[in-house]
């Protein structure tokens, strides 16, 4: 491409030094370490031939005025002459630039968002070969190993789980960190090596072995200072069976995990201490990651999975189905981590495409009216003999400046946009650092901007006919009669902005109704006036359930004991959010057909007073008691839907339910509770049982909530609450400390998200609307002065002349409005999926835009056509 | 051929006068005078189409010349080697004259401070 810019340069220059000059910024660009030091290379290399080429043309056009110019040279003058039409008409050009900058301003930042998380490449050696292995199923430790040897297609694979430990010592707080816990060949799996030290050996998944630990490169730098003498330290990292691991690498900066959490690191998955699948427990392998062999294809890879799934189906079909023996697949690694939000990006996209097409559109009416109005220019240099190609594309190369200069203007926008998006963007989006404005990114914002401008940048010298130039140059510019004038482009236009504008209104409005029925979703609790919190008490200190339930226990004495407390306790995973831990159980009364599997059962570990202290509702029998210890019988509580679904129209208290085994000591259920929303508010509780910790023996940390009596600002609680839990432990790292309704909000995060997004661009879009008609009706207003002045003149009214000046414009907003909403009635079914509580085609919302877009166009309308009532008749006859 | 006036040489363009600096130590290529030139304090960035132009000025005026590739030195790719010539020699004498004369007046005039005695 540099060798494409040289072109710029006169050709005995090129020919001589064209070749040192590529090699010279060939070694500029070798020299830049990241990509932005690479497009700033970029910019200045073009920069600097463009200059110069500039220069060197000039000074021999200076030396050498009878030489005939190359294409490049009038290419160059057009360019100037260019820049200085745009600026002899600086309202235009400024008009026309900040409209231009909007629309490639927004779309240039989501299409950065599509381009981080769907096209560019994943960091890892040969990414396209990386697939997701089963995604849909859970894993336990055995299958990871069935399937690493059952499937020959691919050549390794690693199995993932995302656990939570407690770093302590090294003179830092406690803390509490997300850790991956990945088989040994996990990094060569993904073809990376450590920036310090090394990965895994192989041998290091054996059980005993796995007391090692790779760090990330922010957790080394936050904890330990970017300190080199941590590499092959042992640090307090307890979590997992080990209290103490030695750092043995650490990954570059910037290196993104498989998983996208923020993770203090990675330790082994020591292999299972069972021999067989269904006596394995270890059902937290919840990603697989996987590499396809050479020349292995994923049908290939898929149909030797379900072969395995088959044989593990037939050693223990109650721990899988036939249904997902037929499921099992393997599929590429990018379309799994990016999920549903591919779609809902993709869906982004299209809608700010909308919103740079209207603001084409605006700039296209600019132009139409600007080369009308330059119509007896043209027509004077074709009469002197220009070809019309040549006068052509000297138009063709303004609207590409033109194009060019908004292009820019849209990049430097999108910067300060994508840093509002980092702001704002839900949890499942990459950090803010991967989303960048890389070459690709800049590509697609130029080539964007060209083609819009080129589009409409020829279209006046096109339509303008032989005759028509031939009166532009006989007749006085006012007269009546006037140029040729084609209104029809224009009209379309607007009616087009107009109908763009409707899809992008209606869609928002869904969104914010969606967002509006998430809001009186009841999430089956009272989250007002509770704070939540995790202390995780270090595991070395902490060797088993006792201790655990002792530690929890004191805990919550001394938090009771705080004033204003009014209740609390604990549980293993919090409602309304996207976790959940799911078993196969065992009902009394529900048989297993042949070939079924268990149903799985959502399953939740809690102190005594849990339901007090959330409220929720207990309908039947008792609520779970001190008195539910270790050594008493074993007992439970269902939710509502477990009730109806296992023991519909019977009363199940006193019936049992088993987890895993159809012969595992049962537990006794005393008691039918309200249902919690456990993932989200939008979608429906499923069946779920509760159990006592000290019942269950749990060794794992538990969410503690705190309802305090006075509900306002519970977070001022927070210092008390820390403070309590270390007079227990001083080496209890305690985090998450927010409201419980913060964490319900949370789980709409993603659809306030979207929904801001779309309201953000449904506003411009109405902006950049109400600007199209507003402008083209007051250059109409302009233009048939001369028409009105005549009529006031013979007598017409001024509310007749308005009222031919408001017809004429209302009727491509009246098409507008009505292609819009034929196509919203369509197009909205895309938003099918994000919606809630509302149908794609809701009246209500259809109504309201289509009442509010009326509205908008309208004023923007009247405001100019006002001024044809406004006209001196005299003025107009006596200047004709 | 006259030999040219050295005053109509002068003064030379900065970087013109920083190439032939670089020069002074032998034949070069662009690239090597590029990094020469920008491992100085204040030796800026020196793009290709910037330095090339002023190589083509400077081969022009007769102050350097194509050179072959030294000895010792791998030919990679099309390199344009360059030396600096008798001519090239005696006007950036010239130069730094000039420059070292308009320093001297400055410090006269107070405007830099003298340099102490060793």
């Not at chain 1, 694979?157 to 850790?179: F, K, N, Q, R």
Request: hydrophobic share 50%.
């Amino acid at each position: 491409m540099y060798r494409v810019l040289l072109r710029l340069l006169p050709r005995e220059f090129r020919d001589r030094f064209g070749a040192d000059m590529q090699q010279v910024f060939a070694a500029r660009l070798r020299e830049a370490d990241s990509a932005g030091g690479r497009v700033r290379v970029w910019v200045h290399g073009a920069g600097d031939v463009l200059l110069h080429g500039l220069a060197e043309r000039r000074a021999r056009r200076h030396e050498r005025p009878t030489e005939r110019s190359t294409y490049v040279d009038s290419l160059l003058q057009d360019l100037r002459l260019g820049v200085r039409s745009l600026l002899r008409s600086p309202g235009f050009a400024l008009a026309a630039l900040i409209t231009l900058a909007l629309g490639l301003g927004a779309t240039t930042a989501v299409f950065s968002v599509v381009n981080a998380l769907l096209l560019r490449p994943l960091p890892y050696a040969a990414p396209e070969r990386l697939v997701a292995v089963w995604p849909e199923a859970n894993f336990n430790k055995t299958m990871v190993a069935r399937v690493a040897s059952g499937v020959p297609a691919l050549e390794s694979l690693s199995g993932i789980s995302i656990w939570t430990m407690t770093v302590t010592g090294d003179g830092g707080e406690p803390a509490e960190v997300e850790v991956a816990l990945v088989s040994a060949s996990h990094f060569d799996v993904l073809g990376v090596a450590a920036a310090r030290g090394r990965t895994f050996a192989p041998e290091e998944g054996a059980r005993g072995r796995a007391g090692v630990v790779v760090l990330t490169h922010d957790f080394w730098m936050t904890r330990y200072g970017g300190d080199a003498s941590v590499l092959g330290r042992s640090i307090r990292l307890a979590g997992a069976d080990y209290d103490e691991r030695t750092v043995i690498g650490i990954m570059a900066e910037g290196f993104r995990p498989v998983v996208n959490r923020d993770l203090a690191g990675w330790v082994v998955l020591e292999e299972p201490e069972a021999t067989t699948f269904a006596g394995d427990n270890t059902w937290y392998v919840n990603w697989r990651v996987g590499r396809l062999a050479a020349g292995a294809t994923l049908e290939q890879a898929t149909a030797q999975l379900r072969v395995v799934a088959g044989s593990l189906y037939a050693d223990d079909p109650g721990m899988i189905t036939e249904e997902d023996v037929r499921l099992a697949s393997i599929d590429p690694l990018r379309d799994n981590l990016v999920g549903p939000l591919g779609d809902t990006l993709w869906l982004l996209l299209g809608a700010v495409a909308l919103v740079l097409l209207i603001a084409c559109a605006n700039v296209a009416n600019l132009l139409l009216a600007r080369g009308e109005h330059r119509l007896r220019e043209l027509a004077l240099r074709r009469a002197l003999g220009a070809r019309r190609g040549r006068v052509a594309r000297q138009l063709l190369t303004e609207a590409a400046v033109l194009g060019l200069a908004g292009g820019g203007a849209g990049v430097m926008l999108a910067y300060g946009l994508l840093r509002i998006i980092a702001l704002g963007a839900p949890p499942e989006l990459p950090h803010a650092s991967a989303i960048t404005i890389d070459a690709r990114v800049l590509l697609f914002a130029f080539a964007a901007a060209l083609l819009a401008a080129l589009a409409f940048g020829a279209a006046p010298v096109l339509r303008a006919r032989g005759a028509a130039a031939a009166d532009a140059l006989r007749q006085g510019t006012r007269s009546a009669a006037g140029v040729r004038i084609r209104p029809g482009i224009s009209s379309g236009l607007v009616a087009l902005e107009i109908a763009l504008a409707v899809l992008l209104v209606i869609g928002s409005g869904l969104m914010l109704r969606t967002l509006q029925q998430l809001h009186h979703v009841h999430p089956g609790l009272d989250a007002r006036g509770v704070l939540v919190l995790r202390p995780a008490p270090p595991d070395w200190r902490y060797p088993d359930a006792a201790a655990m339930t002792r530690f929890y226990a004191d805990v919550l004495t001394r938090i009771r004991a705080l004033p204003g407390v009014e209740s609390a306790a604990g549980i293993q995973l919090l409602p309304v959010t996207p976790g959940n831990w799911s078993f196969p159980a065992f009902p009394e009364g529900h048989h297993v057909p042949d070939g079924g599997a268990a149903p799985s059962i959502n399953f939740r570990v809690v102190t005594p007073g849990w339901f007090e202290t959330l409220r929720i509702p207990l309908l039947r029998g008792r609520s779970l008691e001190p008195a539910d210890r270790a050594d008493a019988p074993r007992v439970a509580v269902i939710n509502r839907t477990m009730a109806e679904q296992f023991w519909p129209g019977q009363n199940p208290i006193g019936r049992t339910v088993r987890s895993f085994s159809p012969t595992a000591s049962p537990y006794t259920i005393v008691g039918v509770v309200g249902d919690v929303h456990q993932r989200a508010l939008d979608q429906p509780p499923r069946p779920e049982w509760y159990v006592p910790q000290e019942q269950l023996a749990w060794e794992a940390s538990l969410f503690l909530a705190v309802r305090f009596r006075d509900p306002d600002n519970v977070i001022r609680h927070a210092a008390a609450i820390r403070d309590a839990v270390w007079s227990v432990d001083r080496d209890a790292p305690v985090s998450g400390i927010e409201s419980l309704d913060n964490v319900i909000g949370r789980s709409a995060a993603t659809t306030r998200f979207l929904t801001f997004l779309l309201v953000f661009f449904a506003a411009l879009a109405l902006t950049l609307g109400a600007v199209g008609v507003f402008g083209v009706t007051a250059w109409t207003v302009a233009r048939r002065a001369p028409e009105f002045g005549v009529r006031l003149a013979l007598g017409a009214s001024r509310r007749h002349v308005l009222a031919t000046a408001v017809l004429r414009g209302i009727t491509p907003i009246a098409i507008g409005l009505g292609a819009g909403l034929s196509a919203a009635i369509l197009a909205t079914r895309l938003l099918e999926s994000l919606l809630f509580g509302v149908r794609p085609a809701d009246p209500l919302t259809f109504i309201a835009v289509a009442l509010l877009l009326a509205l908008v166009a309208t004023a923007a309308l009247v405001a100019p056509a006002w001024r044809a009532t406004r006209i001196d008749p005299l003025a107009v006859l006596r200047s004709d | 051929m006259n030999a040219p006036d050295i005053e109509t040489l002068l003064p030379l363009h900065p970087l013109e006068f920083r190439i032939l600096l670089v020069l002074l130590d032998g034949a070069s290529h662009g690239y090597r005078i590029v990094q020469e030139i920008e491992s100085q304090e204040d030796g800026g960035r020196i793009w290709p189409a910037n330095l090339y132009r002023r190589i083509r000025d400077l081969l022009g005026k007769g102050l350097i010349e194509e050179a072959a590739v030294p000895r010792g030195e791998e030919a990679g790719g099309r390199r344009t080697y360059v030396r600096m010539s008798a001519l090239g020699r005696r006007v950036a004498k010239a130069e730094a004259r000039r420059l070292e004369s308009l320093v001297a007046d400055a410090r006269a005039r107070r405007l830099l401070q003298g340099r102490k005695a060793q």
